[in-house]
């Protein structure tokens, strides 16, 4: 897709192409509460992420598409329905398709709106006789953020990043072992995003970058669904208020042509 | 008393327990008594039926469950609740402060993260700290925390008969449950249940234990979802047996009672382990355990011994 994104930007006059690629660590932290605010899970692991991007000025804006996975694991510690501590854990796959758009407002400084899909897979692992099951998560994310950048020695690029926003939009299918498959939406969600990265030339249009993030996304809690055996009424399903943080250091590669 | 918990515990799991190791050869049944209005059963519902006959015997016996990713709301919330407050009664009567033999004093706990409230009236008959019978626990609950869910209502639970000494090995003791109109709240959803049973533990040895659940009636009414959904159970009886196997145990669990459900058009059916395990009218279905994780499920819709029709089910689609 992103190299589809390119040849559409080189074939529109867009100008300052550039292609990218980064493999990073990212440290992910969830939690879930109650409707009193008590902890109902917490989970953190360490995800494995890699990064493909493009770039292209078009328009009078900076557009920056990329493509995101993050695998790995994280360790569980929560309650069963029945109201047993349970540590056990979860693996985790996430990807993230991202386009944002920036122009600039001051000098260094640009201002812009970007647009996300989350997909996430989360497998909790059954502990003993208390069954875990997969969840399927979807949600967009809308963001208004802004960019500041600095011109360092040797050509060199340092900049910072902030957004701020929403998600619109967001559901969990959810596939619990006694119950047949069925879809809960999530609660409104917001979230923030800081970033930092510092960029340097290599030749021939090469340049590398190492980059720093941390953000954090919290959705209220779900409306319930029933949920259901066949036609029969087996209990009832909702998420949780939750919120997902982490932070992660990625080092990358980037080709202008 | 530490051994005396786990056994209360170990009581509602051990249905769990029979399909992990197969234990206890198939589970079947047979026709259960008569009721006013007997479902037929037929190769459209015998599914239904079985799921609903089982997933009943589990809610009151299982504490196995799910992990929390999604919060999941269904009975089984209630008799947790249920099992969380009979295995806190020796503990509360030991730790009460001591007044005149026979006093009746009444407590407030906090429930889960100072969240709610449990209001006690402990009864010591003879004032000594311990169990012994006669002695008895109301207890009620005010938009009490437990488990991310809020619980109201209240259950009184007393001793009928209590021998030997619950920190052995050797005992025997027998609760009277009565629960009244205790509900589960949570995402906007309530379960509340109501009915009388007995809970009754003997151990006669290590690893050598027998565990009475006898229900007189019991009826949960709920929404869920935005649906509303009942059930109704009377003349239930869960027995589970554990004899001395190595180490550790072997369980058989039998189960019999009737059944009445919104899922079955609010019509009954009766159940009872051994031999056909569901039966209505002429007709009958047959659960038997097949492995560690499938049930064979099978139907002879008229009654003449000939099983026509049939489908094997994971055991955790069932329960």
Same mark, same amino acid.
């Given at each position: 897709?992103?190299?589809?994104?390119?040849?559409?930007?080189?074939?529109?006059?867009?100008?300052?192409?550039?292609?990218?690629?980064?493999?990073?660590?990212?440290? /992910?932290?969830?939690?879930?509460?109650?409707?009193?605010?008590?902890?109902?899970?917490?989970?953190?692991?360490?995800?494995?992420?890699?990064?493909?991007?493009?770039?292209?000025?078009?328009?009078?804006?900076?557009?920056?598409?990329?493509?995101?996975?993050?695998?790995? /694991?994280?360790?569980?510690?929560?309650?069963?329905? @029945?109201? @047993?501590?349970?540590?056990?854990?979860?693996?985790?796959?996430?990807?993230?398709?991202?386009?944002?758009?920036?122009?600039?407002?001051?000098?260094?400084?640009?201002?812009?709106?970007?647009?996300?899909?989350?997909?996430?897979?989360?497998?909790?692992?059954?502990?003993?006789?208390?069954?875990?099951?997969?969840?399927?998560?979807?949600?967009?994310?809308?963001?208004?953020?802004?960019?500041?950048?600095?011109?360092?020695?040797?050509?060199?690029?340092?900049?910072?990043?902030?957004?701020?926003?929403?998600?619109?939009?967001?559901?969990?299918?959810?596939?619990?072992?006694?119950?047949?498959?069925?879809?809960?939406?999530?609660?409104?969600?917001?979230?923030?995003?800081?970033?930092?990265?510092?960029?340097?030339?290599?030749?021939?249009?090469?340049?590398?970058?190492?980059?720093?993030?941390?953000?954090?996304?919290?959705?209220?809690?779900?409306?319930?669904?029933?949920?259901?055996?066949?036609?029969?009424?087996?209990?009832?399903?909702?998420?949780?208020? @939750?919120?997902? /943080?982490?932070?992660?250091? /990625?080092?990358?590669?980037?080709?202008?042509? | 008393?530490?051994?005396?918990?786990?056994?209360?515990?170990?009581?509602?799991?051990?249905?769990?327990?029979?399909?992990?190791?197969?234990?206890?050869?198939?589970?079947?049944?047979?026709?259960?008594?008569?009721?006013?209005?007997?479902?037929?059963?037929?190769?459209?519902?015998?599914?239904?039926?079985?799921?609903?006959?089982?997933?009943?015997?589990?809610?009151?016996?299982?504490?196995?469950?799910?992990?929390?990713?999604?919060?999941?709301?269904?009975?089984?919330?209630?008799?947790?609740?249920?099992?969380?407050?009979?295995?806190?009664?020796?503990?509360?009567?030991?730790?009460?402060?001591?007044?005149?033999?026979?006093?009746?004093?009444?407590?407030?706990?906090?429930?889960?993260?100072?969240?709610?409230?449990?209001?006690?009236?402990?009864?010591?008959?003879?004032?000594?700290?311990?169990?012994?019978?006669?002695?008895?626990?109301?207890?009620?609950?005010?938009?009490?925390?437990?488990?991310?869910?809020?619980?109201?209502?209240?259950?009184?639970?007393?001793?009928?008969?209590?021998?030997?000494?619950?920190?052995?090995?050797?005992?025997?003791?027998?609760?009277?449950?009565?629960?009244?109109?205790?509900?589960?709240?949570?995402?906007?959803?309530?379960?509340?249940?109501?009915?009388?049973?007995?809970?009754?533990?003997?151990?006669?040895?290590?690893?050598?234990?027998?565990?009475?659940?006898?229900?007189?009636?019991?009826?949960?009414?709920?929404?869920?979802?935005?649906?509303?959904?009942?059930?109704?159970?009377?003349?239930?009886?869960?027995?589970?047996?554990?004899?001395?196997?190595?180490?550790?145990?072997?369980?058989?669990?039998?189960?019999?009672?009737?059944?009445?459900?919104?899922?079955?058009?609010?019509?009954?059916?009766?159940?009872?382990?051994?031999?056909?395990?569901?039966?209505?009218?002429?007709?009958?279905?047959?659960?038997?355990?097949?492995?560690?994780?499938?049930?064979?499920?099978?139907?002879?819709?008229?009654?003449?011994?000939?099983?026509?029709?049939?489908?094997?089910?994971?055991?955790?689609?069932?329960?």
């Amino acid at each position: 897709m992103l190299w589809a994104l390119l040849a559409v930007g080189s074939a529109h006059g867009c100008q300052g192409l550039t292609a990218g690629a980064a493999l990073g660590s990212a440290d /992910s932290t969830w939690q879930e509460q109650g409707e009193q605010g008590q902890r109902l899970v917490r989970e953190q692991g360490r995800l494995a992420r890699a990064q493909l991007s493009a770039e292209a000025h078009c328009l009078g804006w900076a557009w920056r598409a990329s493509a995101t996975q993050a695998r790995g /694991s994280r360790a569980y510690d929560g309650v069963s329905t @029945t109201g @047993t501590s349970i540590r056990t854990g979860s693996r985790i796959v996430q990807s993230v398709l991202a386009l944002d758009a920036m122009r600039p407002f001051w000098p260094q400084t640009e201002l812009g709106l970007q647009a996300e899909l989350h997909l996430t897979r989360r497998d909790i692992a059954s502990a003993g006789l208390v069954l875990g099951y997969p969840e399927k998560f979807q949600h967009l994310q809308m963001a208004v953020g802004a960019r500041q950048r600095w011109a360092t020695e040797g050509g060199g690029e340092f900049q910072i990043e902030g957004w701020w926003g929403a998600s619109p939009w967001g559901r969990l299918k959810l596939d619990l072992p006694n119950a047949d498959a069925s879809t809960l939406p999530l609660g409104r969600g917001r979230h923030w995003r800081a970033l930092a990265a510092w960029q340097a030339p290599l030749a021939d249009g090469w340049s590398w970058r190492l980059q720093a993030q941390a953000d954090s996304i919290s959705w209220q809690r779900g409306s319930s669904r029933a949920l259901r055996r066949g036609e029969v009424v087996s209990g009832s399903a909702w998420q949780p208020a @939750t919120r997902q /943080s982490g932070w992660d250091v /990625s080092l990358g590669w980037t080709k202008a042509f | 008393m530490q051994q005396f918990n786990k056994l209360l515990a170990l009581s509602f799991v051990s249905a769990a327990m029979l399909s992990a190791c197969g234990g206890g050869g198939s589970d079947s049944g047979s026709a259960g008594p008569g009721s006013s209005a007997r479902l037929p059963i037929t190769s459209a519902n015998y599914v239904t039926v079985s799921q609903e006959a089982l997933s009943t015997s589990y809610f009151m016996a299982d504490s196995g469950g799910l992990v929390t990713g999604a919060k999941v709301l269904d009975e089984r919330q209630l008799m947790a609740f249920v099992r969380s407050q009979s295995a806190l009664m020796p503990s509360r009567l030991h730790g009460a402060p001591k007044v005149v033999t026979g006093a009746t004093q009444t407590l407030t706990e906090s429930c889960d993260g100072g969240l709610g409230s449990i209001s006690l009236t402990l009864t010591d008959l003879n004032g000594n700290g311990d169990l012994d019978t006669g002695d008895s626990a109301a207890i009620v609950a005010s938009n009490c925390s437990f488990n991310g869910d809020t619980m109201s209502g209240s259950m009184t639970m007393s001793v009928a008969s209590i021998t030997g000494n619950l920190s052995g090995t050797v005992y025997e003791v027998n609760y009277n449950i009565a629960i009244n109109g205790l509900s589960v709240i949570s995402g906007g959803d309530k379960i509340t249940g109501s009915g009388n049973m007995r809970l009754g533990m003997v151990s006669t040895g290590l690893n050598r234990t027998v565990t009475t659940i006898s229900v007189d009636s019991f009826q949960v009414v709920g929404t869920q979802g935005g649906i509303n959904a009942n059930r109704g159970l009377s003349d239930f009886r869960f027995v589970d047996e554990h004899t001395p196997s190595g180490s550790s145990y072997s369980s058989a669990v039998s189960v019999s009672g009737t059944l009445s459900s919104s899922a079955l058009g609010e019509q009954a059916v009766s159940f009872v382990t051994a031999k056909p395990f569901v039966r209505a009218g002429n007709s009958q279905a047959r659960i038997t355990v097949q492995s560690g994780s499938a049930v064979l499920l099978e139907l002879d819709a008229n009654g003449d011994g000939s099983f026509e029709t049939s489908t094997t089910k994971p055991w955790y689609e069932l329960v």
